[in-house]
């Protein structure tokens, strides 16, 4: 089991690996290699670059997912392609994304698309809080905690 981070836009990179640390878990990080860090990352944390393009860190990180692999995104279209997988998916504001939700989940970003498209102003997520950063450690903590001893 490892966790793999969606790493260009997560605002909780820190978070998880403070915590993947506490439970023994690697940690990978799939990144653009326009967002290249000289970040110094412990040993347990691998960073894994990707070429420029449209979806190219979502497709590297479909290839290194495996059955009971964690990974955090918050791109709804990645997660539906690794929930098949067996893996966990989690987003950064502290939720799992199951067969249950991840359809309505879809049908809200395509109709948001469809209202963008034909001009209308649509809202774009609200900004990151303290609050969501504190509500996505406990979340993720019960998680692994959860997720690992099983």
């Given amino acids: 089991?490892?966790?793999?981070?969606?790493?260009?836009?997560s605002p909780v990179k820190k978070e998880i690996i403070e915590l993947a640390a506490s439970f023994h878990l690697?940690?990978?990080?799939?990144?653009?290699?326009?967002?290249?860090s000289f970040e110094d990352y412990p040993a347990f944390v691998k960073t894994v670059y990707v070429e420029k393009g449209a979806d190219r860190a979502d497709f590297k990180i479909v290839q290194l997912a495996t059955q009971g692999d964690i990974i955090v995104t918050q791109d709804y279209g990645l997660?539906?392609?690794?929930?098949?997988?067996?893996?966990?998916?989690?987003?950064?504001?502290?939720?799992?994304?199951?067969?249950?939700?991840?359809?309505?989940?879809?049908?809200?970003?395509?109709?948001?698309a469809l209202q963008r498209?034909?001009?209308?102003?649509?809202?774009?997520?609200?900004?990151?809080?303290t609050?969501?950063?504190?509500?996505f450690k406990h979340y993720f903590h019960g998680f692994l905690a959860k997720v690992v001893e099983n």
Wanted: hydrophobic content about 35%; some cysteine.
């Fill in 1 to 9: 089991m490892k966790i793999i981070i969606d790493a260009d836009a």
């Fill in 117 to 129: 498209e034909s001009g209308q102003r649509t809202k774009g997520p609200r900004p990151f809080t």
């Fill in 79 to 112: 997660a539906s392609l690794l929930l098949p997988k067996g893996c966990y998916v989690i987003h950064h504001k502290g939720y799992e994304y199951t067969k249950e939700n991840i359809e309505s989940l879809l049908r809200s970003r395509h109709i948001s």
């Fill in 131 to 135: 609050a969501d950063r504190d509500h």
């Fill in 26 to 36: 690697e940690v990978v990080l799939v990144s653009n290699i326009a967002h290249y």
